[in-house]
């Protein structure tokens, strides 16, 4: 066991903050939440680390907060309907174990043991951790409403096929964030013509010309394109644009068992 204090955010607060309370409903009774990282195995695994050179798919992986599995279980379905076609085993862990089958048709699903609160018109998106798939088993979406709802919810995951499969301990079970209520329904969708707008047709045709350009020569070997290697113009622009969670505050220091780093190595 140890004692970590509560860690302060850095940089001061302003008047735009708004407050996502994570209620912990039982003392003896915990989860550890996380800023979601970025890294992801499979990407660490492929050459040259290519995948990171995408950075919208590095901000979707640390989009929101993640809640990190406090056992390692191993779940088995025999591909029936019923609740008892899931078994769930705990392998290790300390605590209650909040893992089990509960709705039946493959679903495993995880207690989660906190009551979420934000601010008035904002709900909350609950899923998996973002580009981690898992083989033989999906996590499940939903949207909760948290700024009135006083129940908690789930997380819930189904098997796409009779197997087994198992959560490490520290590994993320669920993946959350904050959506604005009523924001998908203010946008209305409209197709035009590129060329109705040309400042935006503009830079759209400069940088494909400055693509094709730097395909072509590395497709030719030229050695200024395969020094290069890649392309990095959105990088450029959007590297102060990028948004990671804050820490969750603590009102007192929480007792943390010792875990795993939950670093998405139960998934490809």
């Not at 029936?80 to 605590?95: F, I």
């Not at 207690?111 to 973002?130: C, D, H, K, S, Y």
Request: hydrophobic fraction near 35%; aromatic fraction near 12%; charge should be neutral.
């Amino acid at each position: 066991m140890k004692t970590r204090s509560s860690r302060k955010r850095e940089g001061p607060s302003t008047a735009s903050e708004r407050k996502l309370v994570a209620y912990q409903i039982h003392e003896d009774d915990h989860a550890p939440i996380r800023p979601a990282r970025g890294e992801r195995r499979w990407m660490n695994d492929a050459e040259g680390r290519f995948p990171y050179r995408c950075l919208p798919l590095v901000m979707a992986n640390q989009y929101g907060w993640e809640i990190l599995s406090t056992h390692h279980v191993r779940a088995s379905w025999d591909g029936t309907s019923k609740p008892d076609g899931v078994y769930v085993e705990n392998l290790s862990g300390d605590g209650e174990l909040h893992c089990h089958s509960h709705f039946g048709e493959g679903v495993v699903t995880f207690q989660i043991p906190f009551l979420f609160q934000t601010p008035e018109g904002w709900n909350l998106m609950v899923r998996g951790p973002t580009n981690s798939p898992k083989d033989g088993i999906v996590a499940l979406d939903g949207i909760i409403e948290t700024d009135w709802s006083h129940a908690t919810f789930t997380m819930n995951w189904r098997f796409t096929r009779a197997c087994t499969v198992e959560f490490t301990l520290g590994e993320p079970i669920c993946l959350f964030f904050p959506i604005q209520r009523g924001a998908l329904e203010s946008f209305r969708g409209e197709f035009r013509m590129l060329e109705s707008d040309p400042e935006f047709e503009r830079k759209f045709r400069d940088w494909s010309q400055s693509r094709d350009r730097f395909l072509w020569a590395l497709d030719k070997g030229k050695p200024h394109a395969v020094a290069q290697a890649w392309q990095k113009e959105y990088l450029r622009a959007a590297r102060d644009k990028k948004s990671i969670a804050h820490p969750f505050l603590n009102e007192k220091p929480w007792i943390e068992r010792e875990r795993t780093n939950g670093d998405h190595n139960g998934s490809p």
